[in-house]
């Protein structure tokens, strides 16, 4: 097991993730309940410091490079469009990933904006 598998079970595509908002929200939901220590520890990854997981061979970044929302909402410099534009902000929830590895508090935010949007 390796971030390969765990890359296959819980990232897929992020081309096709950020199609659509809801997509891209399935899309975190499943990328950051592959961060719960036990699906990690399922597939021989760990959290490194900060944004970072790894098999010790292989390393994968936790940030806006691996989201959908931002590939669909910041890179164009369109964050006020995104359902969870103040993730990153002091006390957010991404934040409390980065602090303290915890990844309920993005999982919360994302299915509370995909409840929003699939009403």
């Given at each position: 097991?390796?971030?390969?598998?765990?890359?296959?079970?819980?990232?897929?595509?992020?081309?096709?993730?950020?199609k659509?908002?809801?997509?891209?929200?399935?899309?975190?939901?499943?990328?950051?309940t592959?961060?719960?220590?036990?699906?990690?520890?399922?597939?021989?990854?760990?959290?490194?410091?900060?944004?970072?997981?790894?098999?010790?061979?292989?390393?994968?970044?936790?940030?806006?490079?691996?989201?959908?929302?931002c590939e669909?909402?910041?890179?164009?410099?369109?964050?006020?469009?995104?359902?969870?534009?103040?993730?990153?902000?002091?006390?957010?929830?991404?934040?409390?990933?980065?602090?303290?590895?915890?990844?309920?508090?993005?999982?919360?935010?994302?299915?509370?904006?995909?409840k929003?949007?699939?009403?």
């Amino acid at each position: 097991m390796s971030i390969t598998t765990w890359k296959k079970e819980f990232y897929g595509s992020l081309k096709e993730a950020s199609k659509s908002d809801v997509k891209a929200l399935k899309h975190g939901i499943r990328k950051w309940t592959g961060l719960l220590p036990k699906n990690l520890e399922k597939h021989g990854v760990f959290r490194e410091e900060y944004y970072f997981i790894t098999d010790t061979v292989n390393t994968f970044e936790i940030d806006m490079t691996t989201c959908a929302l931002c590939e669909r909402h910041f890179h164009v410099k369109e964050c006020s469009k995104c359902p969870i534009n103040d993730c990153c902000c002091d006390g957010g929830p991404y934040i409390k990933w980065d602090e303290e590895g915890n990844p309920r508090p993005m999982i919360r935010v994302l299915k509370k904006a995909l409840k929003e949007r699939i009403k």
